[in-house]
């Protein structure tokens, strides 16, 4: 059974910084493709950042140069780190794994940024 399980969403003030993990399990987590996505209230899930299996990463333009994705292999996790959050941030974060026609989703984990 594959879980994907979120961690590291909170409250944080305009400029502040924080750092989301995401644990692996029932998957060949090497193979997989990995990202974050977010969705806020009224808006459509989109894609914040993903790390292939080669570790090449892709950014949504509303965060270059602020987040920056990571994957740690041997412990299966993916993180993403988070820094000059702005308000415009606040959405849940979900966990994604992406390999040929298998697609699996963490529950996801809020991260809301006060003005």
């Known amino acids: 059974q594959v879980q994907l399980v979120e961690s590291g969403g909170g409250l944080v003030q305009f400029g502040g910084s924080l750092r989301l993990s995401c644990a692996a399990s029932?998957?060949?987590?090497?193979?997989?493709?990995m990202g974050w996505y977010r969705q806020a209230p009224g808006n459509q899930r989109e894609l914040v950042a993903t790390v292939t299996s080669g570790g090449s990463t892709n950014y949504a333009d509303s965060v270059k140069g602020r987040f920056t994705i990571s994957r740690d292999n041997a412990k299966k996790t993916v993180s993403l780190q988070m820094n000059s959050l702005k308000p415009e941030d606040t959405a849940v974060y979900y966990c994604?794994?992406?390999?040929?026609?298998?697609?699996?989703w963490g529950q996801g984990t809020q991260v809301t940024v006060s003005s």
């Open positions: 029932g998957v060949i987590f090497r193979i997989y493709a």
């Open positions: 994604n794994a992406a390999w040929d026609t298998e697609n699996y």
